[in-house]
């Protein structure tokens, strides 16, 4: 059972950037996609990005296309998020999650996602 810790959340200015991280222990990372989701308080989770078992395919939530990239590293069983041009709408507790199957199959519904998910870290853009 693959285990994930995110790391890398703060406080920072609308226009600024952060890079998030995740860690995946107990399994072999390389056979899961990887995805980043956020939730909004009161909202529902936010599906933001995701990317395939090599790296070679990513696809992203329109809001942040251009502003955010999602990127993996196999050999540390890490994904990262980074995140620039930041906006005060992108405040949300930000979580990553695995899934066996390829992106576009996995999807972008937060309940489909059950291989393994993260505890979150949170992000807050103030204005």
């Known amino acids: 059972q693959v285990r994930l810790v995110e790391s890398g959340g703060g406080v920072v200015q609308a226009g600024g950037s952060l890079k998030l991280s995740c860690v995946a222990s107990?399994?072999?990372?390389?056979?899961?996609?990887m995805g980043w989701f956020r939730q909004a308080p009161g909202k529902d989770h936010e599906f933001v990005a995701a990317?395939?078992?090599?790296?070679?395919?990513?696809n992203y939530e329109e809001s942040v296309k251009g502003r955010f990239t999602i990127s993996r590293d196999n050999g540390k069983n890490t994904v990262f998020l980074q995140m620039s041009t930041l906006k005060p709408e992108d405040t949300a507790d930000y979580y990553c999650?695995?899934?066996?199957?390829?992106?576009?199959?996995?999807?972008?519904?937060?309940?489909?996602?059950?291989?393994?998910r993260g505890q979150g870290t949170h992000v807050s853009v103030s204005s």
């Open positions: 107990g399994g072999t990372f390389a056979r899961y996609t």
């Open positions: 990317i395939s078992w090599s790296g070679g395919f990513a």
């Open positions: 999650a695995a899934d066996s199957r390829p992106p576009l199959v996995a999807g972008t519904q937060w309940t489909e996602w059950e291989d393994a």
